[in-house]
């Protein structure tokens, strides 16, 4: 995971949910005290924001750099979502589940399938059916060597993007 962050950069993270990256100088979450769509709660160790992606509160270019972890799937509009991204930073990392995490591990909260072909994102709106249910979900809270499995081997289950 390289985000490329220099030592003087000032850093949003959108989305840090329970770990926040050390780099991150504000956070940023739309929901700070509903877990409904992530595992545990917000750290509020640093300013934090409680405000919507896809219109975010921001002079333009006012950070250095944006970390937007695990978020892109959760958006209504991910061509507004990269606009206000784009407008707010100078740079930035995008992380996602990819298509294959998504199919097996069926949140039903998330939108969009995200996949990274000929250095694109390219994204294809999700129904229902389109996953195996709770099963990994299963797994991964009740078999320690499928967990073990799970974070020995990560990069099959998520996407990087600068």
Same mark, same amino acid.
């Given at each position: 995971?390289?985000?490329?962050? *220099?030592?003087n =950069?000032?850093?949003? #993270?959108?989305?840090?949910?329970? %770990? !926040?990256?050390?780099?991150?100088d504000? &956070?940023?979450?739309? *929901?700070? =005290?509903? %877990?409904t769509? +992530?595992?545990?709660?917000?750290?509020?160790? +640093? !300013?934090?924001?409680?405000? /919507?992606?896809?219109?975010?509160?921001? !002079?333009?270019?006012c *950070?250095?750099?944006a970390i937007?972890?695990?978020?892109?799937?959760?958006? #209504?509009?991910? @061509? $507004?979502?990269f606009k #206000?991204?784009?407008?707010?930073?100078? $740079?930035?990392?995008? #992380?996602?589940?990819? @298509?294959?995490?998504?199919?097996?591990?069926?949140?039903?909260?998330?939108k969009? *399938?995200?996949n &990274?072909?000929? %250095?694109r994102?390219?994204l294809?709106?999700? %129904?229902?059916? /389109?996953?195996f249910g709770?099963?990994f979900?299963?797994l991964?809270?009740h078999?320690k060597?499928?967990?073990? &499995?799970?974070?020995r081997?990560?990069?099959?289950?998520i996407?990087?993007? &600068?």
């Amino acid at each position: 995971m390289a985000m490329h962050i *220099f030592k003087n =950069d000032f850093v949003i #993270e959108i989305g840090s949910r329970d %770990n !926040p990256k050390i780099h991150s100088d504000v &956070l940023c979450d739309k *929901f700070i =005290d509903d %877990n409904t769509q +992530r595992a545990g709660d917000v750290v509020k160790d +640093r !300013p934090i924001v409680e405000d /919507d992606i896809e219109y975010l509160p921001f !002079p333009d270019k006012c *950070f250095d750099y944006a970390i937007c972890s695990h978020v892109l799937e959760h958006a #209504e509009s991910p @061509e $507004r979502m990269f606009k #206000e991204l784009m407008r707010i930073s100078h $740079r930035g990392y995008i #992380e996602a589940p990819s @298509e294959i995490a998504e199919r097996l591990f069926g949140w039903p909260f998330h939108k969009w *399938f995200i996949n &990274l072909l000929d %250095n694109r994102l390219v994204l294809t709106r999700k %129904n229902s059916e /389109d996953s195996f249910g709770l099963f990994f979900h299963y797994l991964l809270a009740h078999d320690k060597y499928f967990l073990r &499995l799970y974070g020995r081997y990560p990069q099959p289950l998520i996407q990087f993007h &600068l």
